[in-house]
């Protein structure tokens, strides 16, 4: 094996918590032991997933979990960020909940704490129960009060056992990429759908924490993937600003207790009234965060419109209602998914969503990227762009705690290559290489570098 240690990584404080992360729909499989998701209703969509491909077997992590604890407890971290399944739990997102999905989480929950890795939940990761979403889905608000209720049921089995509770993973995505650029579950093309959703996704982060923290469940917080958004010449601010509005202020604002940016609602007046608004939901998610998960990838470069396209995943300018016509513009080297690799850009964004959320510690929950990885080679798989970007992300993220941001850890995407969504088998995040085919898991030159890291604790 090569020498692997990142040694112009900083020395990592004892009290920074370094992980890994997954998604349940991406990785889990065993699609016949849950109810069904909206993710299963798009699959079945023909060319709404790049590969054609679908939940089964995914990673098959459900009959692999052993397995997958071994690797996580081979990695070294102190902890693993998983997303409970919905329908797993709540086949049809409410009443009676199903033994064999309580059974697993417990496998996995237990297994983590017996291996001395801090179980880290995600209780929604975009897998919304068919039934809720043929009752009217997020933009109608249906989901939320079984989002309470299905919050509460998971604290009340789990809450002596899970360490930190995230509510919603990227609400941002499910709502645009969702509802208004269609290339996500439930894949609706409607902005003020859209709008809507984000609003009632946020009222359902307020409800849900609240209801775990009274199960007996303890630092609730939600995931956001916040980003800076860079104008490319001063003519495109406004642009730019808007863009700002729908993929940070939107979701930060109301968290601080500024209420919904009042420019957004502005240029937005022709496709929705906001009458869907009630002051009350808006109090119960001001001050309604433990702590904040930054998932962070890119930065987002506003042009003009016109003047090119770029094929960069979920910069889809549609799923940005009220913005005035512009293009994304990222600049060279890109990942496998068109991102601009700019680790700068995660220092200065935890130094702005600190000043724009103070008093709110932080953790940035997903960083990683995706490459077209090699096959093995003496049971190594050589992924030198990875461990590079993750190398100067960590850096970046201890920048910035030493600039006096409260940033707690960093949890490295993924854990396993697994199924990106709309992308399907096409793109690769994980530092642990998965065979689709036989699904034989080989760990990266990446995964080796994360293991290496405790020497430089």
């Keep these: 094996m090569p020498e692997l240690i990142a040694t112009s990584v900083p020395a990592i404080p004892t009290d920074f918590v370094l992980g890994t992360a997954t998604a349940a729909w991406q990785v889990e499989g065993d699609s ?25 077997p995914a990673c098959n992590h459900v009959v692999r979990l052993e397995e997958d604890l071994d690797l996580i407890a081979w990695l070294g971290v ?11 739990v ?44 043929t009752a009217g889905g997020w933009s109608t608000g249906e989901p939320v009060d079984a989002f309470e209720d299905y919050a509460g049921l998971c604290a009340q089995r789990w809450g002596d056992r899970v360490t930190q509770w995230a509510t919603l993973n990227e609400p941002w995505c499910s709502a645009f990429l969702g509802y208004a650029a269609g290339v996500h579950a439930p894949g609706v093309r409607d902005g003020a759908a859209a709008l809507a959703a984000a609003y009632h996704l946020l009222v359902a982060h307020a409800k849900g924490a609240a209801a775990v923290r009274a199960a007996g469940g303890r630092d609730v917080g939600l995931v956001l993937n916040v980003s800076p958004v860079l104008p490319e010449t001063p003519d495109m601010q406004p642009a730019a600003t808007l863009v700002d509005a729908v993929q940070n202020r939107l979701w930060l604002d109301p968290l601080a207790g500024r209420g919904l940016p009042s420019d957004l609602i502005e240029a937005t007046r022709a496709l929705t009234d906001w009458s869907f608004v009630d002051a009350t939901d808006l109090a119960a998610v001001a001050g309604s965060l433990d702590w904040l998960g930054v998932n962070y990838y890119t930065v987002m470069r506003i042009a ?10 979920g910069q889809d300018t549609d799923a940005y209602p009220g913005v005035p016509p512009f293009r994304f513009a990222p600049r060279p080297p890109v990942t496998q998914m068109g991102w601009e ?55 970046a993220i201890l920048a910035a705690r030493d600039a006096g941001v409260d940033v707690r850890g960093w949890l490295v995407w993924s ?43």
């Design 32 to 56: 016949a032991g849950r109810g069904r998701c909206i993710w299963d209703d798009l699959a079945e969509r023909p060319g709404a997933i790049r590969d054609g491909a679908t939940a089964d």
């Design 78 to 88: 102190d902890a693993y960020r998983f997303s409970i399944s919905w329908p797993r």
């Design 90 to 133: 709540l086949p049809q997102g409410r009443g009676n909940p199903a033994a064999s999905g309580l059974d697993f989480y417990d496998r996995l929950i237990d297994g983590l704490l017996a291996r001395g890795i801090a179980p880290i939940a995600t209780l929604y990761h975009w897998d919304l129960p068919s039934a809720l979403n």
């Design 415 to 457: 854990l396993l290559d697994n199924l990106e969504w709309a992308e399907g088998w096409t793109k690769t995040f994980g530092i642990i290489q998965i065979d689709p085919a036989s699904g034989t898991r080989t760990p990266k030159s990446s995964a080796h570098w994360v293991r290496d890291l405790q020497q430089h604790r």
């Design 304 to 313: 003009a419109a016109g003047t090119g396209a770029v094929d960069a995943v």
């Design 341 to 395: 690799v700019y680790a700068p850009g995660l220092t200065d964004l935890l130094r702005d969503v600190a000043t724009r959320l103070p008093g709110v510690p932080l953790m940035v929950t997903e960083n990683g990227a995706a490459y077209d990885d090699p096959a093995p080679v003496d049971g190594v798989v050589a992924d030198p762009d990875r461990v590079a970007y993750l190398q100067a992300h960590l850096a």
